[in-house]
Every structure is written in structure tokens, then in C-alpha cells.
């Protein structure tokens, strides 16, 4: 009987021992199961960490190239402010020089073309304050972006494709043409 029972005693130690050997494969692949969970969280967060990354550069980017044009916008509405009222002020800046040109006969008709000639001083200073300038034509190379040629004409006294004569001032805003000079051009 004892054997039997060192038998039974043995093939329970067996089944222990097997049992302990299930156990720990279970635990074990219970272990790797959760493990595998974990790493794919894991992974998951690390993707959505580099796409909310990604998105804020995106934003950052697009904030900065707002910021930038709209600088560049307010320096040009301030640069050329006054780019209506100078269009609007040339022709009348043109009929003072014709004014000026008349050549008086009386002393009443000198004082008056005096104070024309000092208000188309004023008017001319203002101007050159806000940074508008006339366009040098006679005697230049002809240039389509400062001037406009509506004569062509043949004069050895000048270059060929030079200004010969200004007919119509031309003036600029800065670096901005407001109207370009209407000239003859030597052919």
C-alpha cells in the first residue's frame, strides 16, 4: 500500500509540477498579451503625439506667414498713402505750369503770376515730402516703364531711341510710376 501511495504521492507531484508548468505558460502568455497591448497604446499615443506635433508646426507656419504679409501690406498702405490725392493734384499741378509760362504785360498781371509761382512752390515742396518726384526725360535713353513715346522724330543733335522733347510730365511715388512722361523719341 505504500507504494501505491508513493505512486499517488508521485503522479500528484506530476500533476503539480504540470500544472505549475500551465500556470506559468499561461501567466506568461497573459504577460505577452498585455505586453502587446501596451506597445500598441504605446505606438498609438506616439503616432498621435507626431500628428498633433506635425499640425502645430503647420499652424505655427501659417501664423508667421500671416504675420509677415500683413507687415509687408501696412509698410506698402503707408509707403504709398498718398498715391490717390498726388494722381488727383497732377493735372492741376499742370495747369500751373502752363500758368506759369504765360508772360505777363502789366505789374498787376506780375504780382498775381508771383503768388501762383509761390502756391506751385508750395505744392511742389508737399510733394517732394511725400517722396514724389518728376521723371527725368529730355536727353535720356527712352525707357517704356518712365516714359510713354506718342512722337517719333529725327534729330542729330541726339542719340538714337533718346528723349528729344517732354510733353507731358511724368512724375513717381517712391519707386511706383504714377504717370509716365509723355515724350518725342529720337529714331
Same mark, same amino acid.
Given at each position: ?39 500598441? +497604446? ?16 503647420? $499652424? ?17 498702405? *503707408? ?35 508771383? #503768388? ?14 511725400? #517722396? ?6 529730355? #536727353? ?15 534729330? *542729330?543733335?541726339?542719340? $538714337? ?8 510730365? #511724368?512724375? +513717381? ?13 529720337? *529714331?
Amino acid at each position: 500500500m505504500e507504494e501505491t501511495k508513493n505512486q499517488s504521492a508521485e503522479e500528484v507531484i506530476e500533476e503539480v509540477e504540470q500544472a505549475d508548468e500551465s500556470t506559468e505558460e499561461v501567466v506568461e502568455e497573459t504577460e505577452e498579451s498585455e505586453l502587446s497591448e501596451e506597445q500598441a +497604446k504605446i505606438k498609438e499615443l506616439e503616432n498621435q503625439v507626431a500628428d498633433f506635433s506635425n499640425r502645430l508646426l503647420r $499652424a505655427t507656419a501659417d501664423y508667421d506667414n500671416f504675420r509677415r504679409r500683413t507687415k509687408e501690406e501696412r509698410e506698402a498702405a *503707408s509707403k504709398y498713402r498718398a498715391q490717390s490725392l498726388v494722381e488727383q493734384l497732377l493735372p492741376a499741378l499742370d495747369n500751373f505750369e502752363r500758368a506759369l509760362m504765360v508772360q505777363p504785360e502789366h505789374d498787376e498781371t506780375k504780382s498775381l503770376l508771383q #503768388g501762383m509761382e509761390m502756391v506751385y512752390r508750395q505744392l511742389q515742396d508737399a510733394m517732394k515730402n511725400e #517722396g514724389v518726384e518728376a521723371i527725368q526725360a529730355v #536727353g535720356e535713353q527712352f525707357d517704356p516703364h518712365l516714359h510713354q513715346a506718342v512722337m517719333q522724330v529725327e534729330d *542729330s543733335n541726339f542719340e $538714337a531711341n533718346s528723349v528729344v522733347e517732354e510733353l507731358q510730365k #511724368g512724375y +513717381k511715388l517712391k519707386d511706383r510710376v504714377l504717370r509716365p512722361a509723355m515724350v518725342k523719341v529720337n *529714331s
